[in-house]
């Protein structure tokens, strides 16, 4: 393990930070149509201060401003959402059951929504945001340039920002397409720092955007049910017991 003193350039390199990452949520957010898969670790720490990583994968759609497709595919979990604008169904497909919310509006609002009111967030949410900027500099203390580094082959910048709930760290793709590669959140108040971590690939705009359905249409006739009835569809498995912050 190494451990990395300073990393301290001045003000200079806190500016190009900003700019870049104003870059990338001003690209990302003038997008009408992405389509990208995604790779993702949810670190947990357990009571005897074992650290486990969930790991999952999946897809998603958009178009702006108010359609969403997401896919997700873990050990214990297989999801599907859709949003047409006017209805989200959360789809357990492993459960063959789903349910559904009436959240008009786009797919900001429903982002807010899933995250605020029913404690659900979409992998890297703040991301997809038509501001992510604002979004993802909220309460920022510290703010670094990295230099760059290299994800799935493509050259990034390294940018590594700091509040005082979580540090967070962003990969951006170099060029005329800066989206962001790799997004890394750590805790700060959990003991052992547990890490969210999601790594983007094949990303894809405009007319290369792959389609998506945006309305369910339920093919295997699953049943309905209320959203608290609807387990086994999070973050965690339904055997893991969530404990207190320190």
Same mark, same amino acid.
């Given at each position: 393990?190494?451990?990395?003193?300073?990393?301290?350039?001045?003000?200079?390199?806190?500016?190009?930070?900003?700019?870049?990452?104003?870059?990338?949520?001003?690209?990302?957010?003038?997008?009408?149509?992405?389509?990208?898969?995604?790779?993702?670790?949810?670190?947990?720490?357990?009571?005897?201060?074992?650290?486990?990583?969930?790991?999952?994968?999946?897809?998603?759609?958009?178009?702006?401003?108010?359609?969403?497709?997401?896919?997700?595919?873990?050990?214990?979990?297989?999801?599907?959402?859709?949003?047409?604008?006017?209805?989200?169904?959360?789809?357990?497909?492993?459960?063959?059951?789903?349910?559904?919310?009436?959240?008009?509006?786009?797919?900001?609002?429903?982002?807010?929504?899933?995250?605020? !009111?029913?404690?659900? +967030?979409?992998? $890297?949410?703040?991301?997809? *945001?038509?501001?992510?900027?604002?979004?993802? /500099? =909220?309460?920022?203390?510290?703010?670094?340039?990295?230099?760059?580094?290299?994800?799935?082959?493509?050259?990034?910048?390294?940018?590594?920002?700091?509040?005082?709930?979580?540090?967070?760290?962003?990969?951006?793709?170099?060029?005329?397409?800066?989206?962001?590669?790799?997004?890394?959140?750590?805790?700060?108040?959990?003991?052992?720092?547990?890490?969210?971590?999601?790594?983007?690939?094949?990303?894809?705009?405009?007319?290369?955007?792959?389609?998506?359905?945006? !309305?369910?249409?339920? +093919?295997?006739? $699953?049943?309905?049910?209320? *959203?608290?009835?609807?387990?086994?569809?999070? /973050? =965690?498995?339904?055997?893991?017991?969530?404990?207190?912050?320190?």
């Amino acid at each position: 393990m190494f451990l990395v003193g300073g990393a301290e350039r001045g003000s200079a390199d806190e500016a190009d930070a900003r700019r870049i990452l104003k870059a990338m949520s001003d690209y990302v957010g003038a997008q009408e149509s992405v389509s990208l898969e995604f790779d993702a670790t949810l670190e947990v720490v357990t009571k005897e201060e074992q650290k486990l990583a969930l790991a999952s994968s999946g897809t998603l759609t958009l178009n702006r401003p108010d359609k969403i497709h997401v896919t997700r595919q873990g050990g214990f979990a297989d999801t599907e959402i859709f949003f047409d604008g006017k209805v989200m169904t959360l789809l357990g497909k492993n459960l063959n059951l789903y349910t559904q919310l009436d959240v008009p509006g786009t797919i900001d609002h429903l982002i807010d929504e899933l995250r605020d !009111t029913y404690q659900r +967030p979409l992998p $890297a949410a703040d991301l997809l *945001l038509l501001n992510s900027y604002d979004a993802l /500099m =909220l309460d920022v203390t510290d703010v670094k340039d990295l230099g760059s580094g290299v994800i799935g082959g493509i050259e990034c910048d390294f940018l590594a920002f700091r509040t005082n709930e979580v540090d967070f760290q962003i990969w951006i793709a170099q060029g005329n397409q800066p989206y962001p590669c790799r997004y890394v959140i750590t805790s700060k108040r959990i003991s052992g720092g547990p890490q969210y971590t999601i790594q983007i690939r094949n990303w894809k705009t405009g007319d290369e955007a792959l389609a998506a359905d945006f !309305t369910f249409k339920n +093919p295997t006739n $699953a049943d309905k049910v209320d *959203l608290k009835e609807l387990k086994g569809v999070g /973050m =965690l498995p339904d055997h893991f017991k969530e404990g207190d912050a320190k």
